[in-house]
């Protein structure tokens, strides 16, 4: 099963602030889904390991 992490970047600091398996809804999330969100950047993970990973918005 993956995992999909989204992390947010407000200014020079870094937050996981949404994980789901459902990888449609992952990739519907904008920076305007999040308080004072510069970009967005997703994880992707699969059996403890991350596959994959690159900037959302």
């Not at 969100?37 to 959302?56: H, N, Q, S, T, V």
Request: charged share 35%.
């Amino acid at each position: 099963m993956k995992i999909y992490v989204v992390i947010a970047m407000r200014d020079e600091q870094m937050d996981n602030v949404f994980v789901s398996t459902e990888e449609e809804q992952v990739l519907a999330l904008t920076t305007a889904d999040f308080d004072d969100c510069d970009a967005l950047f997703l994880e992707i993970w699969e059996d403890g390991g991350k596959i994959d990973d690159y900037r959302l918005q």
